[in-house]
């Protein structure tokens, strides 16, 4: 049976625990370091390379699979090229679809990905014009990781400076960033596995960032998700494949980047068409929550095929219902908040309901939070309305001191 190392510990880690753990057994499910609510929680840090592969050679581990994305952007891949492990993610250089925004966005311009207009920190006084431009309706990007926090949505030329300004205190005056146009439109997540040379799609699915209702507020790793999107059309699909994924395949290609792992796009679809605005090497959170349990095939199968080179062979299953993801979030955050408050309530949840934990701890019999996001209260649905009006009261039986939530997920745009 095949024995599977996990690395992380949020919600987007528990899904996969879940989905793999019943495929496998979830005595061959090894979390690094895992979260209050997996199993086989073993203390090591995801970018300690040399711990890892050393815990991955004493149990014996065939797959090594990558939560977060900073083990892959400093090349865990590369790290365990050698090695009887098989790691599920990109190269080093291929990470940089993720890891640099600006060199993911030449990417885009050199092989035709439809996208937005840019400019970059180093093109001087082309950024002013450029914001001048589009009265400062532009977005702000801070070119490395930033864990889903380095961008502005920007209303004017003073915000969009001010954005500019903040990168450069919080990362340094020499920090690279790019302004893009603010494409506007429905906003959706794409998500498959490739080999390098074909992908196998999940459901499309639609996050929810910013942190209070509306769409308001500031961005934050994901308030909640949902799959399927309701609205989306055969049309889009093609549209999305002819001009987006196959270039992107054809770059990958082109550039010789290794890469046997989740690609991720996340997309405006606007009067124009669909535009990437960002690619992820790894699986989104919290998507993840909700295309996982939307997905009838095997993910072991899956994840075979694509180490393997043989993903064409493969056509998932989708379950014909909706799945949707409202995360329960420490108050405060994105920004500073308070940890080590105990859960309760969580012995109420109906059993049709699941509970991916995130930011959650064991002291002794008590659970408690641990981070920014919480917990994820998944539900299942006939259609969008269904899901929602099973997810919200499961929601409300969960208790912990400065608890908050989003209650509109799912309610964008006014399809519900």
Known sequence: MTKIVILGSGGREHALAWKLGKEVGEENIYMLPGNGGTWNNYPINPLNFKAVKSFCEDKNIQWLIVGPEDPLAQGIYDYFYDSSTQVLGPSKQAARLEASKIWSKHFMITYGVATGRAVFSTDGNSLDAFIHELDGKVVVKYDGLAAGKGVKVCESSLEAWEAITDIRKKYGNNALFLVEERLVGREMSVIGLTDGKS???????????????????????????????????????????????????????????????????????????????????????????????????????????????????????????????????????????????????????????????????????????????????????????????????????????????????GRREGIV
Not at 309 to 337: C, N, Q, W
Not at 350 to 375: C, I, M, Q, W, Y
């Open 199 to 409: 992908i196998r799609l999940f459901l499309p699915s639609q996050d929810h960032k910013q942190a209070y209702e509306g769409d308001k507020g500031p961005n934050t790793g994901g308030m909640g998700a949902y799959c399927p999107v309701p609205w989306y059309t055969p049309t889009h699909a093609k549209a999305i494949q002819k001009k987006i994924i196959e270039p992107t395949l054809q770059g990958i290609c082109d550039e010789h980047l290794d890469y046997k792992g989740i690609l991720y796009f996340g997309l405006m679809i606007t009067t124009e068409g669909p535009r990437v605005l960002e690619y992820n090497v790894r699986f989104g959170d919290p998507e993840t929550e909700v295309i996982l349990p939307a997905l009838k095939s095997s993910l072991t199968g899956l994840i075979e095929n694509t180490l393997n080179g043989s993903l064409e062979k493969t056509s998932p299953e989708f379950y014909p219902e909706t799945f949707i993801d409202v995360v329960l979030a420490s108050g405060g955050y994105p920004g500073a908040y308070e940890k080590g408050y105990e859960i309760t309530g969580l012995e109420k949840i109906s059993p049709d309901t699941l509970l991916f934990h995130a930011g959650t701890k064991r002291e002794g019999e008590k659970l408690v939070t641990n981070g920014g996001r919480v917990l994820n209260v998944v539900a299942r649905g006939r259609n969008l309305q269904e899901a929602i009006e099973k997810v919200y009261p499961e929601v409300e039986k969960i208790h912990f001191k400065n608890k908050t939530f989003r209650r509109d997920i």
